[in-house]
């Protein structure tokens, strides 16, 4: 038997539909008692919540909720909070697979915001055709986009506008806080479709030209007041691309910048002399008063350029948490380091006295390595997660190191994960290791010594 549809249900589609078509009848619902009102915009789709959503007047916008003592907290909680709800409910069906990894302050927000992205990585696409010759902001979002958000045909009398980029760049580009951008939008024109938003992360790809370079420049100092992180992946950088990038982040009429988060990754340097490219990279390190995480991965550094970075930390004064070296080729980049000299004599340097994250991995480092690098581990006392994972110090580069854990142990510095994973170790080098972490003031969260030629004798020494 059909189920025959409530008076309440056909008057919710009624109302959904005339909210979607036009704006005449905004100040009737607005007057809705608020139980019917909450029945509404759980119905409602993204473009007739948020056509609801903002252009409540204020006086309704907190008139919900009396029972409060705070008369006026309790009102902004009751119906902004059933907004909030319903943005949520919104999210999770069209992104699902997302919705569990995200813990958003406002699901309005965070929609809007990955909307935005899904239409600009929709752009990077069609942009990235050889048959491409016009504007961004002219490119057509797909029909499958635009049911979820509601769209209709017919719906204004601007319909047309719904279907290019610039409108939804426009129209919830404010909402736009953390964004992932290819090379082709990094172009002059982007600042102009993202003008409204603040943004306060952003990674860029395949950044390989003067013409992405410069676009990206823009961008950059249009938001410098709010970005704090920046990441690059799969780019080709000169000393003058990361001199002019690194320019626009600096505030205005300052030398300085607010980066909280950098990292390069996955990419390469066009620079046949690194020490100019080092200089200018340094330059901004040093320039920076709230950096907290540095990652230079899989960049084909070596260790001229890993040890002028570091030593640019060490003079920094930013407080450090989390540096990443992984997958360079950095072996003797602490050999001929000198610690009396470069660590203050009052005791560590403020950089490295906050680190708590350090990876090394897979950068070909030998013993040698590994016997200077303890001399730097000690000046890190909150040091948590150690990664010199797939490096070749053997059981000679552990037996320097097991001092570090014996001093680790006595002054209760918190290690907690240690990744020695692919270092050529044998089973006397990881008995030996074993030993020393034994005296530790509290046990290890996590050990991996996995792919390391140990035998079968190492399970009895593990259990």
């Known amino acids: 038997m059909v189920k025959v549809p409530s008076l309440v249900s056909l008057s919710i589609d009624a109302v959904k539909r005339e909210l979607l078509y036009g704006d005449d009848l905004l100040p009737h619902v607005y007057e809705l008692p608020p139980e019917l009102f909450d029945s509404l915009i759980k119905c409602l789709p993204p473009l007739a919540l948020q056509k609801l959503q903002s252009e409540m007047p204020f006086k309704n916008y907190d008139d919900y909720d009396y029972a409060s003592d705070n008369l006026k907290d309790g009102r902004k909680r009751g119906r902004n909070g059933n907004f909030d709800t319903a943005w949520k409910?919104?999210?999770?069906?069209?992104?699902?697979?997302?919705?569990?990894?995200?813990?958003?302050?406002?699901?309005?927000?965070?929609?809007?915001?990955?909307?935005?992205?899904?239409?600009l990585d929709e752009a990077a696409e069609q942009a990235l055709l050889p048959s491409f010759s016009g504007c961004l902001g002219e490119l057509?979002?797909?029909?499958?986009?635009?049911?979820?958000?509601?769209?209709?045909?017919?719906?204004?009398?601007?319909?047309?506008?719904?279907l290019k980029l610039s409108y939804h760049c426009q129209q919830y580009g404010c909402y736009a806080r953390c964004l992932r951008l290819q090379n082709v939008l990094c172009v002059a024109e982007?600042?102009?479709l993202l003008r409204s938003s603040k943004l306060q992360s952003l990674v860029v790809r395949w950044i390989r030209s003067l013409e992405h370079a410069d676009g990206l420049c823009k961008l950059l100092s249009q938001n410098c007041r709010t970005l704090t992180s920046l990441e690059f992946v799969h780019c080709k950088l000169s000393s003058s691309f990361?001199?002019?990038?690194?320019?626009?982040?600096?505030?205005?009429?300052?030398e300085t910048h607010q980066m909280q988060h950098f990292s390069i990754s996955t990419s390469s340097f066009?620079?046949?002399?690194?020490?100019?490219?080092?200089?200018?990279?340094?330059?901004?390190?040093?320039?920076?008063?709230?950096?907290?995480?540095?990652?230079?991965c899989d960049s084909h550094l070596d260790w001229n350029f890993s040890r002028r970075v570091f030593s640019t930390l060490l003079d920094a004064s930013s407080s450090i948490s989390s540096l990443d070296l992984s997958e360079n080729n950095i072996a003797g980049w602490l050999s001929n380091f000198d610690w009396r000299s470069n660590v203050s004599l009052s005791g560590v340097a403020k950089s490295l006295q906050s680190l708590r994250i350090l990876n090394?991995?897979?950068?070909?480092?030998?013993?040698?390595?590994?016997?200077?690098l303890r001399h730097g581990l000690v000046h890190m006392p909150s040091l948590e997660i150690l990664d010199i994972s797939d490096n070749p110090i053997e059981d000679d580069?552990?037996?320097?190191?097991?001092?570090?854990?014996?001093?680790?142990?006595e002054k209760c510095y918190p290690l907690a994960d240690l990744n020695l994973e692919k270092c050529d170790l044998s089973y006397d080098g990881v008995t030996q290791l074993l030993n020393a972490l034994s005296t530790l003031g509290r046990p290890l969260n996590s050990?991996?010594?996995?792919?390391n030629g140990l035998g079968r004798f190492v399970c009895i020494r593990l259990t």
């Not at 997302?98 to 958003?104: G, I, K």
């Not at 897979?362 to 016997?371: M, V, Y």
Request: net charge neutral; with cysteine.
């Open 242 to 254: 990361i001199e002019a990038i690194c320019g626009s982040l600096y505030l205005k009429d300052s």
């Open 270 to 296: 066009l620079e046949t002399d690194p020490i100019s490219l080092a200089h200018r990279l340094a330059s901004f390190l040093s320039s920076g008063r709230s950096l907290c995480s540095l990652k230079l």
């Open 397 to 409: 580069g552990i037996r320097s190191l097991i001092p570090y854990f014996a001093e680790a142990s």
């Open 89 to 119: 409910a919104l999210f999770k069906l069209r992104w699902p697979n997302l919705a569990s990894r995200v813990q958003p302050v406002d699901w309005q927000q965070i929609y809007w915001e990955t909307h935005v992205q899904n239409c």
């Open 190 to 192: 982007s600042c102009q």
């Open 360 to 372: 090394l991995r897979g950068n070909n480092l030998r013993k040698d390595d590994a016997a200077s």
């Open 447 to 451: 050990l991996s010594v996995a792919d």
């Open 140 to 162: 057509q979002i797909s029909e499958n986009i635009l049911k979820y958000i509601g769209y209709v045909d017919g719906m204004s009398n601007s319909a047309a506008d719904y």
